[in-house]
């Protein structure tokens, strides 16, 4: 027996449902997140819960610093809130974006990436720190090499991804990748960069580690890449300077030069304990502690919140990863996969080696601690390649195509019989 609907009467208004009720800006809220998965929303809050730290430590770390440059304890934080307010709304569209789009912004991406890391060689480049990566742009700087990480992630899935005629050419998939990243990684080695260079580098192998390509391959390239590396460190006396205090321990005359930055972030990091010494209390960033707010703001966060507050970080970005190896594992498409996995050993891999350097694990290298550092280009080309990755976590598994491990004769029988399927 069926049930009938009753006929409205004129006049009579339709019953509300709760969606019908709620505001319009609720409703389309609700929309844009109904269908999102599980990782989608561990990505994004962990990316989120980083930022928001981020902000605190940097008000923190920089307020000292910029009451005596800006006459004001805000002047950091308030840029730093700028770049997040810009970032996290780009982080949000690009997550809205398809895979096809990604694939299509492959080859202008890296054009522009490679183009904006050349304008440091122009009137518009300065030097900082010793190394020339920057551009001014009047009230703004920025830092063209974190483009041109993502932009060599996803030109290297493009690449290694797309259809062949005879997919056994590997010179048709790895001399796009082997020119881009030399061109990309060189252009950041000669402005002096080496830390943005080792993190480039890592990022490559990283994408040709989950793209499937042997160990003993690129145990090889990156045994002639790393002998490259360890000339270029030589070749300046600054870095063979720290290189040599780090492996030898500082003498008396390298106290006021090269062992000041590391000697004063290790003190900061043993004066915070266990509890540490309470958010804003920090004695380093009173101009003891270069680059408080950057480089080493995770020495600032070991003092004020201790040793919890800094293995809460590490365990922030051990989530962060774990986000990451889900949405590898919940994607079938290898494009997705390998952007995903080049985003996670860029940001990760980052982390680690600035928190290394801050223990004194590694020799000074100048990178800043992702998503919490002060810097603008970083944190909106972090969070611009982690919106990439919650593109692909936004399909949920069960509706994704099975594209690994077939033949191009299988995929073609696949889609046949799926078009068959749909016909009336």
């Given amino acids: ?89 780009l982080m949000l569209l690009a997550s809205r974006m398809p895979i096809a789009f990604w694939k299509r912004m492959a080859r202008p991406a890296i054009i522009i990436g490679v183009g904006l890391q050349l304008l440091v060689f122009s009137p518009l480049g300065y030097d900082y720190g010793g190394n020339r990566n920057w551009i001014n742009l009047g009230a703004f700087s920025a830092q063209p090499s974190e483009v041109v990480k993502i932009a060599l992630i996803v030109w290297i899935a493009f690449v290694l991804t797309r259809e062949v005629d005879d997919p056994t050419d590997w010179k048709r998939r790895f001399i796009p990748v082997g020119v881009a990243s030399i061109v990309a990684i060189g252009f950041v080695l000669v402005g002096k960069d080496l830390g943005t260079a080792i993190v480039m580098g890592i990022t490559v192998f990283g994408c040709l580690y989950f793209a499937g390509v042997k160990l003993r391959y690129l145990a090889a390239v990156g045994v002639m890449v790393a ?42 990091l043993a004066a915070g304990g266990v509890f540490g010494v309470g958010l804003g209390n920090s004695k380093a960033k009173w101009s003891w502690l270069p680059e408080a707010d950057n480089d080493y703001i995770f020495a600032i966060i070991g003092e004020e919140l201790g040793l919890i507050g800094a293995v809460v970080v590490l365990i922030l970005f051990v989530v962060l990863a774990i986000a990451f190896i889900r949405v590898i594992r919940a994607n079938t498409d290898p494009f997705a996969r390998i952007v995903t996995a080049g985003v996670m050993v860029w940001i990760i891999g980052q982390a680690l080696i600035n928190i290394a350097v801050v223990l004194g694990l590694l020799p000074v290298l100048g990178v800043p601690l992702p998503l919490i550092s002060a810097g603008g280009s970083a944190l909106i080309a972090s969070l611009l390649a982690i919106g ?17 491990d077939l033949s191009p004769a299988e995929r073609s029988r696949l889609a046949a019989s799926s078009r068959l399927r749909t016909r009336p």
């Fill in 1 to 89: 027996m069926t049930s009938q609907s009753t006929p409205r009467r004129p006049g009579q208004q339709a019953p509300q449902t709760p969606e019908s009720s709620a505001p319009v800006a609720l409703v389309a809220v609700r929309r844009i997140f109904a269908t999102e998965t599980p990782n989608f929303f561990l990505l994004l809050g962990t990316t989120i819960f980083l930022v928001i730290f981020g902000l605190v430590m940097v008000l923190s770390s920089s307020s000292i610093e910029s009451k005596l440059a800006n006459d004001s304890f805000f002047t950091a934080f308030l840029k730093q809130g700028l770049y997040a307010v810009v970032a996290i709304p």
């Fill in 388 to 404: 990439v990755v919650l593109s692909f976590a936004r399909k949920p598994a069960a509706f994704a195509t099975p594209v690994l």
């Fill in 227 to 268: 002998a490259v590396g360890m000339m270029f460190a030589f070749a300046s006396s600054s870095r063979s300077d720290r290189i040599n205090a780090w492996l030898y321990g500082c003498t008396a005359d390298d106290y006021m030069n090269i062992c000041w930055q590391p000697m004063h972030g290790t003190w900061a």
